[in-house]
């Protein structure tokens, strides 16, 4: 299956194998960029040119696979965990989901697409099992699978975009060789328009935020300071063709604003619970890997940081672009978590 991630600014595909060995492999990976108001709130606003600019990204990745993995953001998703009495058949078991949906979801249920799965045995009461279940409306659902299908893709599982990021970065904490139980890590994924954080220990999110801060602050920065025009800025940022002044004169600014966003959802974490440290902060999205982020982070913060490559200890199939994708990584790392779904089934 591929992993399809639908952003505000760019739409990105990832595709992953196994080898003999049973290690990953990163068979294809592309981005194609899309412009402003396309993408509203994870609302699909300019259909027929975002299938367009999938269409373009299908052909330039040159996958032959159709099975593909797509999410919606968390905003347009309620999620809730419930505990259930062990030992129901599998028919009884979604009468009783159905049943305590209701309670939990503003929308008559024939409107909404809904599922769950057992997390495990209740840790709080002896015979018991745990729930997730997961509901959206089911317009938003639908807006993906026509997508999907208009561009020659068969939907298969359409997750959620704040889960498929957290199943990429679990498995790079996993493989930390400094990784303990128990470690806390705050994960920032620094997005166009928004920057979100997750604070996970183990399987478990601690807390989670987001902010009106993004990677297009920059770009409007490039528009201020030196009169190009919005799609000019955003070429010249990415291909590094700026002036010489611009890493004192917007780069450090922006910067500083972005470390002050990450130090204040590190502070709301801790005063809303009862955590005064993470062991990690882990940087993700297009602006995560900005020269001296991550040093400004720690220095700032006291915490260690680093950027989240979600293809490290990956292989790396002929014909994927080795110096490219090791420069915009961490920008992939909701598209590698949908990718991944296809070793948990």
């Known amino acids: 299956m591929l992993g399809l991630d639908i952003g505000n600014s760019s739409v990105k595909l990832v595709e992953l194998g196994q080898d003999k060995e049973g290690n990953l492999v990163v068979e294809a990976c592309a981005v194609v960029p899309l412009e402003g108001g396309w993408i509203k709130d994870g609302n699909i606003e300019n259909f027929d040119a975002v299938a367009e600019a999938v269409r373009r990204l299908i052909k330039i990745s040159g996958i032959k ?9 968390p905003s347009s998703v309620i999620t809730k965990k419930i505990v259930l009495p062990g030992g129901m058949t599998d028919q009884e078991l979604e009468m009783q989901v159905e049943s305590e949906a209701n309670q939990y979801i503003p929308f008559p249920l024939d409107e909404v697409s809904l599922d769950f799965c057992i997390l495990g045995p209740s840790a709080s009461s002896k015979g018991d099992i745990e729930v997730l279940i997961a509901a959206s409306r089911r317009e938003k659902v639908q807006d993906l699978q026509g997508m999907a299908e208009a561009t020659g893709l068969k939907p298969v599982i359409v997750d959620v975009k704040s889960y498929a990021s957290r199943l990429a970065a679990s498995r790079l904490i996993a493989n930390m060789p400094e990784h303990s139980a128990d470690s806390v890590v705050a994960l920032f ?3 166009s328009l928004t920057t ?3 604070v996970m220990r183990n399987d478990e999110v601690l807390y989670d935020r987001e902010q009106a801060f993004g ?3 920059l ?7 030196y009169g190009f025009s919005y799609e000019e800025a955003e070429i010249k940022k990415c291909r590094g063709e700026l002036p010489p ?5 917007v780069l450090k600014p922006f910067l500083e604003s972005l ?4 130090s204040r959802a590190l502070q709301f974490f801790f005063t809303s619970t009862t955590h005064n440290k993470v062991d990690l902060v882990m940087l993700a999205g297009g602006s995560a890997s900005l020269a001296g982020l991550t040093a400004m982070v720690t220095k700032q913060s006291g915490f260690p940081c680093m950027i989240a490559n979600p293809f490290q200890g990956m292989r790396v199939a002929e014909g994927v672009g080795k110096k490219r994708l090791a420069h915009e990584a961490s920008s992939y790392l909701t598209a590698c978590g949908l990718a991944l779904r296809r070793f948990l089934q």
């Open 259 to 262: 470390v002050q966003e990450i």
């Open 215 to 217: 990677g297009s602050q």
């Open 196 to 198: 979100s954080m997750q």
């Open 219 to 225: 770009t409007q920065l490039i528009v201020l300071q």
């Open 189 to 191: 994924e620094v997005g």
């Open 245 to 249: 002044d611009y890493e004192a004169a």
């Open 65 to 73: 696979t159709k099975n593909v993995v797509m999410a919606l953001p």
